[in-house]
């Protein structure tokens, strides 16, 4: 009666464990995971493993079999709704847009073989003929990385308001001039030069002069701090006083150039130049325009420049010369 009664306690076992995978502890120390079949006697127990097959064990090997605990069910989490921003207001709107203006200036750089300035300024004079004078001056250079060719483009304008004995302001006068200048080099530095300039003296009395010159020249560079140029060359000249005059009309023209550039510190400049014009057919016409300048760089962007200048012309008309010499100081700003 007992035999009969434990094989049917091993048959209820077997059918519970097989309604769920079971745990079956070896006495090596393993343990597999599978289905208990109805094959298994109480000598071998037939195990169904999802890995490893039907597989057979010896009963005398196997500790324990335990029903394999079921697997937490995870709970859904709910999707986190994305938060939406704060409607901005028409004040913080403004100021958004404001820096973005501003990172887009400040990302905003020439090309590296660019390089210039602007620079704004105000003389004033004192004595028997007070007067204030505005003047804005402009300069860009295009030098590739190397190539032989140079450019250059210059210009001012400048804006005089006198004052008469009684006291009453008016505008006397204003001038503007502009240049270009094209260089090739040659061979090791010396180079061809193409210049063609203008300008309008309303101080001096000149309506037009337009100069187109042709010439060679010399880059000396003893070092990387100082730099010298020399050179000279001809061409033409369209020269229209306010009276007529027989320097009026096309005359021929020669020219020396000279440039000198110094940096002794790192943001400190000091840049000289000199240009002198005649005709051939008659020596006694004749202009130079010589300037001298020291610029500081305060930033990368602004600096200051002290400068002198100096404009002669022997004959304007009538033999009568005219000669327009100023100190300056302008802010700068470069690019």
Same mark, same amino acid.
């Given at each position: /009666?007992?035999?009969?009664?434990? *094989?049917?306690? *091993?048959?209820?076992?077997?059918?519970?464990?097989?309604?769920?995978?079971?745990?079956?502890?070896?006495?090596?120390?393993?343990?597999?995971?599978?289905?208990? +079949?109805?094959?298994?006697?109480?000598? #071998?127990?037939?195990?169904?493993?999802?890995?490893?097959?039907?597989?057979?064990?010896?009963?005398?090997?196997?500790?324990?079999?335990? &029903?394999?605990?079921?697997?937490? #069910?995870?709970?859904?989490? &709910? /999707?986190?709704?994305?938060?939406?921003?704060?409607?901005?207001?028409?004040?913080?709107?403004?100021?958004?847009?404001?820096?973005?203006?501003?990172?887009?200036?400040?990302?905003?750089?020439?090309?590296?073989?660019?390089?210039? =300035?602007?620079?704004?300024?105000?003389?004033?004079?004192?004595?028997?003929?007070?007067?204030?004078?505005?003047?804005?001056?402009?300069?860009?250079?295009?030098?590739?990385?190397?190539?032989?060719?140079? $450019?250059?483009?210059?210009?001012?304008?400048?804006?005089?308001? #006198?004052?008469?004995?009684?006291?009453?302001?008016?505008?006397? !006068?204003?001038?503007?001039?502009?240049?270009?200048? $094209?260089?090739?080099? +040659?061979?090791?530095?010396?180079?061809?030069?193409?210049?063609?300039?203008?300008?309008?003296?309303?101080?001096?009395?000149?309506?037009?002069?337009?100069?187109?010159?042709?010439?060679?020249?010399?880059?000396?560079?003893?070092? =990387?701090?100082?730099?010298?140029?020399?050179?000279?060359?001809?061409?033409?000249?369209?020269?229209?006083?306010?009276?007529?005059? !027989?320097?009026?009309?096309?005359?021929?023209?020669?020219?020396? *150039?000279?440039?000198?550039?110094?940096?002794?510190?790192?943001?400190?400049?000091?840049?000289?130049?000199?240009?002198?014009?005649?005709?051939?057919?008659?020596?006694?016409?004749?202009?130079?325009?010589? !300037?001298?300048?020291?610029?500081?760089? /305060?930033?990368? +962007?602004?600096?200051?420049?002290?400068?002198? =200048?100096?404009? *002669?012309?022997?004959?304007?008309?009538?033999? =009568?010369?005219?000669?327009?010499?100023?100190?300056?100081?302008?802010?700068?700003?470069?690019?």
């Amino acid at each position: /009666m007992r035999m009969p009664f434990i *094989f049917l306690l *091993f048959v209820l076992a077997l059918a519970s464990a097989r309604a769920a995978p079971s745990v079956v502890a070896l006495d090596s120390g393993e343990q597999l995971i599978g289905e208990v +079949l109805p094959a298994s006697t109480s000598e #071998t127990l037939v195990l169904q493993s999802a890995v490893l097959g039907e597989i057979q064990l010896p009963r005398s090997r196997v500790l324990s079999i335990q &029903p394999k605990a079921p697997q937490p #069910t995870a709970k859904p989490q &709910p /999707m986190a709704q994305p938060k939406l921003a704060a409607e901005p207001s028409k004040e913080n709107a403004g100021i958004v847009e404001e820096r973005k203006i501003l990172d887009i200036l400040k990302e905003f750089k020439a090309p590296d073989h660019w390089s210039g =300035n602007l620079r704004l300024g105000v003389n004033l004079s004192q004595g028997d003929r007070r007067w204030t004078e505005s003047y804005a001056r402009g300069q860009l250079e295009i030098k590739p990385k190397q190539s032989p060719h140079f $450019y250059r483009l210059n210009g001012s304008y400048t804006y005089r308001v #006198t004052e008469r004995p009684n006291g009453d302001a008016f505008k006397s !006068t204003d001038k503007y001039d502009a240049q270009f200048i $094209y260089r090739r080099t +040659l061979w090791d530095n010396w180079f061809v030069q193409n210049s063609l300039g203008g300008r309008v003296d309303q101080v001096k009395g000149i309506d037009r002069e337009v100069q187109e010159a042709i010439g060679i020249g010399y880059n000396y560079k003893p070092s =990387n701090t100082f730099e010298i140029l020399l050179g000279g060359g001809g061409g033409i000249e369209d020269f229209q006083p306010d009276f007529e005059d !027989t320097r009026s009309g096309l005359n021929p023209l020669t020219n020396i *150039f000279q440039e000198a550039t110094w940096r002794p510190l790192q943001r400190t400049s000091l840049v000289q130049k000199f240009n002198y014009y005649w005709n051939p057919g008659d020596t006694e016409q004749f202009n130079y325009v010589l !300037t001298a300048a020291i610029r500081v760089r /305060m930033t990368d +962007l602004l600096g200051v420049e002290f400068s002198y =200048n100096k404009s *002669f012309d022997n004959d304007v008309g009538n033999g =009568n010369a005219r000669d327009d010499t100023q100190w300056r100081n302008a802010l700068v700003i470069y690019f």
